[in-house]
């Protein structure tokens, strides 16, 4: 069997950490490791509680700062497979199972939570309206540009082979939201097998989620992202984005 790891970015999670370690499946619970990104709650302090790994950052390196961490973590402890899930309850962790079964059976390198399985399910789960509209546009954007079929690209919860974090020039990411867009554009771009299965979502008052002026930095920094990969795959200009890990 794999050794799978669960990874947890956590800012100010203190409230909602309960809940998804309770959801985690049981047999995944001994290999979860929590990152603290100075949160100005009691996260870490309530994370120890649960007998998770905890690590925490003396200052705030940002969400893709956290999941930096994150990966160094998990690859240190010898995972197989790296299951990325938020700790505020967004996202139901009873999915993990599939998500980890679809790369063990070697069937795809990595696996999205997709949110999106019709319009009145995602709406009636929270999400605002300009948030479903920019992420059907700009997901339909990256499919047509990057050949690939997911549901949705901007997916929260994710599933990644050994392989994968060892190939993916990662560290080079920026350290903000972008940075699972990046991501996953470098995933194309290596030739990864990319698949996706639905996940119930929920938006509520303490489930993290950035605002609408955040949202459009992020909508603009994905463009720049298409538009850099482009230029590499055409031989135009080589981003340091998709250097390959040497």
């Known amino acids: 069997m794999p ?21 985690i499946p049981a047999e ?7 990152v603290d990104d100075c949160s100005k709650d009691k996260t870490a302090e309530a994370a120890a509680g649960f007998g998770i790994t905890v690590v925490r950052h003396e200052s705030n390196k940002g969400y893709g700062g956290n999941q930096k961490t994150c990966y160094r973590e998990a690859l240190k402890a010898g995972a197989d497979i790296v299951v990325m899930l938020h700790p505020d309850y967004q996202y139901n962790p009873k999915v993990i199972p599939h998500l980890v079964g679809v790369i ?6 990595m696996m999205l939570g997709n949110r999106i399985r019709t319009r009145r ?3 009636a789960g929270g999400m605002p309206f300009y948030k479903y509209l ?25 599933a990644y082979s050994r392989k994968v974090l060892l190939t993916i020039p990662w560290e080079n990411n920026t350290d903000d939201f972008a940075f699972d867009m990046q991501f996953l554009a470098q995933a194309s771009y290596f030739g990864f097998r990319m ?11 303490d ?16 463009l720049v992202i298409l538009a850099q990969f482009l230029l590499q795959k055409s031989g135009l200009f080589k ?3 998709f250097r390959k890990i040497k």
């Open 3 to 23: 050794k799978v790891m669960i990874v947890l970015p956590a800012y100010n999670a203190e409230k909602t950490l309960p809940a998804t370690l309770a959801d």
């Open 28 to 34: 995944y619970r001994s290999n979860v490791i929590l």
């Open 104 to 109: 063990d059976a070697g069937i795809c390198d």
């Open 121 to 123: 399910e995602t709406l």
């Open 134 to 158: 920019s992420n059907r546009f700009l997901s339909l954007l990256c499919n047509v540009v990057a050949g690939e079929n997911l549901g949705e690209w901007h997916s929260g919860m994710r």
């Open 195 to 205: 698949g996706d299965i639905p996940v119930e979502t929920k938006y509520f008052k």
């Open 207 to 222: 489930a993290s989620s950035i605002n609408f002026i955040r949202s459009l930095k992020y909508g603009l920094h994905t």
């Open 239 to 241: 981003p340091g984005l």
